[in-house]
């Protein structure tokens, strides 16, 4: 199945500040949504709402292995999200994996995840993020 | 194989605007990077040369559907892309097509035409694009 694939480096920023941003509610604050709500335990759940469009996702965190690798498990949201896993490690490899079909949809999600990490990369890097409610710009309006 | 795939709406830019930007050697290098030599024409060549570290690409020019599809096949360049395609659509659907695997370097590409996308996004939308050569800031490092 198709798997989006990303890789950021991130100059004088420490593995645990990486890991923080894909492990943590405030790291998914400053990366995707600010609108992030729930608890980054494993077995709990974490809930993304975009209200611009009423649009979320839920994901069950499945792994989180301090200061390495973070996974997560949609179930719930855009019905080619369902089952799809999103994945953090440092350096930052960041997976979004296990899409039925490589729609429309997914070419959307791709270029967007790649703003949201180079967002990501300049905040932590000591300058600004572009989070979904914060200085967010769309790449592309979904719907179409 | 792993594709990566890519979507990018833009406000109010035409699609031979869109197409140009995918199809011509000008339009590559404003995407891309501004050291692209050759000529845009089927069964031509079009090389993209990246002077900062020696790397280089080459492309075979497949296909050029006016204002609606532009296709390549690599046929020089890092030994992960030889024989891959890319393909420019307009709305603009982006694609880099037949990995054969899912490697390190395809992470690092997947985030890097993410950013050379929304540069040209802001380019065509009459503001500053970043290709190699202009105004680029590395995603991460290659070599790592």
Redesign the interface.
């Known amino acids: 199945m ?9 100059a004088k920023v420490a593995p645990e500040r990486v890991y923080w941003a894909v492990s943590t509610k405030e790291g998914f604050a400053s990366l995707w949504t600010v609108q992030t709500i729930g608890q980054a335990i494993e077995g709990d759940f974490l809930a993304f709402r975009f209200a611009g469009n009423g649009a979320g996702t839920g994901f069950e965190v499945l792994e989180l292995l301090p200061d390495k690798r973070a996974a997560f498990k949609c179930i719930d949201g855009p019905k080619e999200w369902l089952d799809t896993h999103l994945a953090g490690e440092t ?1 930052l ?3 979004h994996c296990g899409w039925r079909e ?1 729609g ?1 949809f ?3 999600c ?2 967007q ?3 949201f ?2 967002g990501l ?1 300049k905040f932590l890097e000591g300058g600004e993020g572009h989070p979904y409610g914060g200085n967010f710009e ?4 979904w719907s ?1």
Chains 1, 2 share one sequence.
């Open positions: 198709p798997n989006i694939v990303h890789r950021v480096g991130m350096i490899l960041f997976k490589e429309e997914m070419h959307h791709s270029t995840w790649g703003y990490l180079v990369k769309p790449i592309s309006g179409k």
